[in-house]
């Protein structure tokens, strides 16, 4: 098992572009997410889904899109990228079932904005 | 909303001592669940314990265990006999139930392994 997977691991854009963040799990997870690491800040999520299907803000969506392509993949894209998304970005995964269950975690993708 | 507070941004310790982590949250939940995960440079996430709040007992793993104090909400990880490979940043993070639970981590200790 690969696990989570995210493409690209480094990514420089201008500020304008657009983007997509790639993200594929192959632990048959019902549940992904997609966080930002910035300095000091820790680990911020940015959209969720719970299900194929479904899609849900967290705590930081503003110039974010997802999409949950099936069960297996979870993309997050940058419409308009600006500086303030320069971010380590980590896409994670858990099993349905319960809270106690084990995130698991892509190797994260360093985005810088210019 | 629950928050993770990690008061301290850096620890030193010594190869082989023992070293405590402290991480407090707040919540009006009673069920819930707290956990450390490390990340070294490499950024890899890594899962290094966890802890169910509706039990007493703390958590260990192997030379890692937990002082979680429900009523001072407090969750505190020790490192004992530490190891260069330790060397890392430790973050807390808690996990409400239901459904949509969601992971809220706190911002992160740096901790470093003086030989």
């Known amino acids: 098992n690969a696990g989570v997977t995210q493409t690209p691991k480094f990514q420089v854009l201008k500020t304008g572009q657009s983007m997509t963040l790639q993200c594929a799990q192959d632990?048959?997870?019902?549940?992904m997410y997609w966080y930002r690491q910035d300095p000091g800040m820790g680990l911020r999520l940015i959209y969720y889904s719970a299900s194929e299907g479904t899609t849900d803000k967290g705590e930081v969506p503003n110039g974010y899109n997802v999409s949950r392509l099936n069960k297996r993949e979870f993309s997050l894209r940058l419409e308009s990228a600006a500086p303030s998304q320069t971010s380590v970005y980590f896409c994670?995964?858990?099993?349905?079932?319960?809270?106690?269950?084990?995130?698991?975690f892509g190797p994260g993708t360093r985005l810088t904005v210019l | 909303a629950q928050t993770v507070t990690q008061s301290q941004p850096e620890m030193s310790v010594q190869e082989a001592e023992t070293v405590t982590l402290s991480c407090t949250y707040d919540?009006?939940?009673?069920?819930?669940?707290l956990f450390w995960y490390k990340q070294p440079p490499s950024r890899q996430m890594i899962l290094v314990i966890r802890?169910?709040?509706?039990?007493?007992q703390n958590a260990t793993e192997n030379r890692f265990s937990v002082n979680f104090q429900k009523a001072a909400k407090s969750f505190s990880l020790k490192i004992s006999d530490s190891q260069l490979g330790d060397a890392a940043m430790y973050f807390c993070a808690y996990r409400n139930t239901g459904a949509n639970s969601k992971l809220t981590f706190g911002k992160g200790i740096t901790l470093s392994v003086r030989p």
């Open positions: 802890q169910e709040a509706y039990k007493q």
């Open positions: 632990m048959n997870h019902n549940s």
């Open positions: 919540t009006s939940e009673s069920d819930y669940y």
């Open positions: 994670a995964s858990k099993p349905s079932g319960s809270s106690y269950n084990e995130q698991f």
